[in-house]
Each structure stands twice: as structure tokens, then as C-alpha cells.
């Protein structure tokens, strides 16, 4: 016989339980089981643990390059400025590529390998538009 189950009466007495038994046909409860009709409001019940959320991973590296790609896309025109932001962006960029979550490093290292030949191709228009002018 377990401890939930109630007892046969005793043979004694009829309506007795045997020495030992409380008059009740409940056994008593266990500790950890909370009161009848719930647990009283603004407790916790002892059996739920604190649990700390986890935080996001962030990559700022790769984040920082990703900006700085995108940014040394638009000004990739003006002469030293937009070069500077776009190989910051790129060495960011790369930087990122060996931490975790990776997807803005990635993004920064393919916008800026892309921008390679678009910045090789202004310098090479700015050469032949300055040599045309002092030619004339």
C-alpha cells in the first residue's frame, strides 16, 4: 500500500482507522504539493527555477564593415573620402568574416569586393578625363 491510497477500516471498530492513521481519508500532502485551490497570488511555486534569458550574439565588426560597405558605395565617387570609408568597411568587413553570426561581415565582403572594380573603373575615367583636359 502507498502512501495516496486510503486505508481498509479497522476491523476493530467499524468506521475506525487503524492506530497510527488520522481520522481523515486524505493522506497528508507531500510539501512540494501547493495548497488546496491554488497558490496564494504574487508566489512562486519552488518547483519552476529561474530561467535567465539568453542573449542575442552580435557580431559588431561585421556590422560596423556592413555599414561601411554600404556608405563607401554612395560617396565611392568622391575621391579620398569614399575610398578611405570603403576599405575601413572592407577590413571591418573581413575582420567580422572569423566571429559569430557572420551574415553582415559576409554582406560587407561582398559589397566591397563588388565596389573593387566600380572604384578601379572611376580611377581609370578620372585618369583619362584629367589627361583629356590638359591635352586640349
Known amino acids: 500500500m502507498n502512501n495516496f491510497e486510503t486505508p481498509p477500516p479497522y476491523n476493530g471498530n467499524p468506521g475506525q482507522y487503524p492506530p497510527g492513521y488520522r481520522n481523515s481519508p486524505c493522506p ?45 558605395v554612395f560617396l565611392g565617387w568622391i575621391p579620398l573620402i569614399g575610398w578611405l570609408i570603403w576599405l575601413l568597411g572592407a577590413i571591418f568587413s573581413f575582420i567580422g568574416l572569423f566571429r559569430a553570426p557572420r551574415g553582415l561581415a559576409v554582406a560587407g565582403t561582398i559589397i ?20 583629356a583636359l590638359f591635352l586640349l
Open 28 to 72: 497528508p500532502r507531500p510539501p512540494y504539493c501547493p495548497p488546496p485551490g491554488g497558490a496564494p497570488y504574487g508566489t512562486q511555486q519552488p518547483w519552476q527555477p529561474y530561467v535567465r534569458p539568453m542573449q542575442p550574439r552580435t557580431n559588431g565588426m561585421g556590422t560596423a564593415g556592413f555599414v561601411l560597405s554600404l556608405v563607401g
Open 112 to 131: 566591397s569586393l563588388v565596389l573593387i572594380p566600380v572604384l578601379v573603373t572611376i580611377f581609370v575615367a578620372l585618369d583619362v578625363f584629367t589627361s
